[in-house]
């Protein structure tokens, strides 16, 4: 690879001449240019810049350093938003690059672990300087980074010895390449305080926000398969769904979470299968559909039914999802999946070879959808797949049927001995959750009921759900505790069901919560503006009497509509502000929220 062609130097624009280093950036084919967005943002606007000047400071045999002049190609300008969002831009040259540059972005399967070369342009430092690190997995404020972790000379050291070995000014937009494959991960973005450590912004991150850059320039399988990938509004507006907790558990590694999952759908659930490529989506960097492409238009979406529901993979966490529906295993005959296992395969050796280092590789998660539909001989998938996972690989084993012999072969090849008694201990454990879900729904329900009218229900499912325990425990054999694939599909959707009726117990305890902490806020409010009135001699006043009678009937005589309740207690708060402030020109229309610093003491 001619590292010289694609190591560039971004300045400042000036028409006399050069302006100040402003950072790097990495050249892709003969005309683009990524980098940072705040590497080039207009100091004076904040905004985009008119001009940049390029420079290739490293090509050698020039008498003097050629450079181009540079503008931000239309819709390639994400500029820093959320919790370390964004922050790219690329760059379009006037003229084609000296020499054409050959390198292209590569997806990773996991990053954790890798060791890489950082290049970048530091003050005084003419031709650049690389610093060496290790990826430790995302990192930073949000989920679209990766955080790199210095391990060359100058990390740890006293501040005069080693800021020549830091990350300082200069470093952003710089090509960060893994060491010994020199393939190019991504490009830094920032560092901490102390330069010691630096997040990078991965390829996928960067395919996410420019699609049609990534058809070019970025190479590597997608974690998703197309046919697999869903809208950006299926996370927003998706119902929660209880295989999605188990699945979220495994995607970030989890106490309770096995390496080997095994999760059944049936033929035609729908509804749990599209909810499963939702939960696979949301932790792919180049899909997660809870972080909108266009930032301006589509905040991050937290308030999500799934985010709200606890339901919230870690973005990266997925590497690789194995479609296996109609395809061989042994002899993929897919040029997207053939290409998926060859790197998965090569990724695994690779990490391999790591783990008696001191940043091992974090074991890559793998989904392999639907082996029992796949024309491979059952006995052979089980064996490739075990490869996998003896290679390093977590697994989550999506199947449909407990009849195909491929689940009989997962059961003796793929899973430990244990794994029943163990699959029915956990799914004990989350019953134990909910029924104490239940029980603070119902305590909360007796205080709310008295006061509100139709205040959700507390829902009643831990009974059932306990029974079912005893039932299953009764079929678990009573030596191995193993159980065949008729037994792991009853577990499967055993616990699919109890995560469903947590879920909706949670809903309820949330929602009796919020109407219990409105009418303590009412009241305590009702209360404040009373003790207002009589700080000022005024609690008797006959403009006031009518309305606080009227706010206390309905907050404290019976069951009320909890807005009527709220209407009552901001007329009464609009008489006090009149009477109190005596100026009636300030009776407003404001509501009873307009005191939000109002004491919510006291019990309904």
Known sequence: MDHSSWRVRLRRWAASGSGDVLGAGVLFGTDRVLTCAHVIRDPATGLRPDRVQVEFPLLQGLQRTPHRTATVEAGHWVPAF?????DLAVLVLDGPAPLPSPITLHRTLDYRGATVLIDGFPAHRSGGQWLTGACRGPGGEGDERVQIDLTGAGAGAGAEAGAAGRLRGGFSGAGVREEGTDRLLGILAQADERGERGYMIPAATVAKYFRHFAERHVTGPHAIPGHRVVSADAARTARPHGLQRTVTRWLNGEADAWDAEVLFIAEDDDRARQALYVVLNMADREQSPQLAVRPVEFPAGGDSLLSRAGIAPQVGSIALAL?????ALDDPGRPELREALAVLRHELRHGRAARGHTTPRRRPAVAVLYADRSPT????????????ADSGARLLLVVRSSTHGFTYA????LLPAERAA?????IGTRVDVLADTERNARRLFHRVEPHVVDPPVATAYAARAALWTV???NELPPSAGRGGPRLLEKLSYAEQAVETYLLRAERAESGLRDVLDEH???RGLLRDHLARLARRGLAEHPDAVGPYREAQRLLMAGPCPLADAERAVAAFTRVVRRLADGDAGRDTDTDAG????ADTGGDA
């Not at 479609?323 to 395809?327: N, S, V």
């Not at 997962?410 to 090849?413: I, V």
């Open 422 to 426: 163990q699959w029915l201990q956990r």
């Open 410 to 413: 997962l059961a003796e090849r």
């Open 323 to 327: 479609d296996l529906e109609g395809a």
């Open 520 to 522: 303590l806020r009412l």
């Open 471 to 473: 039932q299953l425990s």
């Open 594 to 597: 307009a005191d939000a610093g």
């Open 82 to 86: 959320g919790k370390a969002q964004g």
């Open 377 to 388: 001989d059952p006995a052979t998938s089980a064996r490739l797949l075990g490869e996998l």
